[in-house]
């Protein structure tokens, strides 16, 4: 498989207007994606769960125009007019044009809403521009000839929805279909591949069945480093070839996690795919830390009432100063009489979200 797959044929239907509409979650990676290549190829392969409840709902509405020279689009959140946001979209259309022929053809307007606030610190870069790329999906679909729904071309579909969204933001090809989603290719996993996000293939253990993630937002402010400037720090980092080898040493060591539902082996897995990202921030050229005081206090809580309790509580980080706590569905009222207790306190206006993972579907038209 390579990027020509995704080469459309000629498209044989004329359509002078439209709108599509899906609903697309976020996710968090266990192992995580940080330093790309070229084309937003990772330098090695992650792996996430896709939450039920921080979702992006975007209708993208389309209409013929005469001038093909320039993309045309208008953006809104919330009903409101958004301009800086255009730039990012600007730079997603240019990037998928080879794929999406038909860009310049109409004029787009894309209206989105989340269900987590914009300035919560939550990425919604994941869930918006899965979102998007499943509306533009269905445009191709619509302008194609053979417009089937045989599983073949529901596959094609989610795989060209996922390479899409991953030329948005990476992470966001982890949004596309499934509860667990491998992106990079990884020797144990068939059909992992750099260029989008699939299934996690392998037997999944019952304590992982709806595992909790509630995300604790101890700072709600714009990040001070863009994940951008972090992916690019990691060329010529001093640490970057040993991080991309562990990264595929955890995942086989999560293979078989998954299998026998190891949760404490889950959890010095994921406690330390958490602190290594940050530690790749704190040791790149230039150097910076996106965790806050109150990030490290959540995390120390955590161990000591891990300790006291025996709980399989345990927590990761994004590129962010969040936490999110993760455990299993059984300790969902005791965790979060803790949580409550004593970590919201850290929390900036004492704000969190409840989430899961659910095994069902995640991605709907709507
Ligand atoms: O998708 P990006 O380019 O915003 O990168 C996100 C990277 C992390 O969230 C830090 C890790 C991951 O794998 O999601």
């Not at 109409?106 to 606030?117: G, L, V």
């Not at 992106?183 to 591949?193: A, E, M, V």
């Amino acid at each position: 498989m390579t990027e020509r797959n995704f080469i459309p044929k000629p498209y044989k239907n004329s359509i002078e207007n439209g709108s599509f509409t899906w609903s697309s979650p976020s996710n968090i990676a266990l192992v995580k994606y940080w330093g790309k290549k070229k084309d937003q190829i990772p330098e090695n392969p992650s792996i996430s769960f896709t939450l039920d409840n921080c979702k992006t709902t975007t209708t993208l509405s389309y209409s013929k125009k005469e001038n093909l020279n320039d993309f045309s689009f208008d953006v809104y959140l919330d009903g409101d007019k958004k301009d800086d946001f255009k730039p990012k979209i600007e730079t997603f259309f240019k990037r998928i044009e080879a794929y999406l022929p038909f860009l310049k053809n109409y004029h787009f307007k894309i209206e989105t809403s989340n269900t987590f606030p914009h300035s919560s610190g939550i990425a919604s870069s994941a869930s918006g521009m899965s979102a998007l790329a499943l509306c533009l999906m269905s445009v191709e679909k619509e302008l194609s000839v053979i417009q089937s729904d045989s599983e073949e071309s529901q596959e094609h579909f989610n795989q060209k929805a996922s390479f899409l969204a991953r030329l948005g933001s990476g992470s966001a090809c982890r949004s596309i279909e499934g509860d667990l989603v491998v992106w990079g290719t990884h020797k144990d996993i068939d059909g992992s591949s750099d260029l989008f996000g699939i299934k996690y293939p392998h037997d999944v253990h019952e304590n992982f069945k709806n595992y909790q993630d509630t995300i604790l937002l101890v700072d709600k402010g714009e990040k001070q480093v863009s994940s951008t400037v972090g992916h690019d720090l990691m060329h010529n980092h001093p640490f970057a070839a040993r991080r991309f080898e562990q990264a595929h040493e955890n995942m086989s060591k999560l293979i078989s996690i998954f299998k026998t539902g190891d949760l404490d082996a889950f959890i010095k897995i994921v406690e330390s795919e958490a602190l290594t990202l940050h530690a790749m921030m704190m040791t790149s050229m230039p150097y910076f830390i996106l965790m806050k005081p109150n990030t490290l206090e959540i995390i120390n809580k955590i161990w000591t009432y891990r300790t006291k309790t025996n709980s399989k509580i345990c927590f990761t980080l994004d590129a962010g100063a969040n936490v999110h706590v993760l455990y299993p569905e059984n300790e969902r009222e005791s965790v979060m009489e803790f949580i409550k207790n004593e970590l919201v306190a850290y929390c900036q206006n004492e704000h969190y979200i409840s989430d899961q993972i659910g095994f069902g579907a995640n991605q709907i038209q709507l």
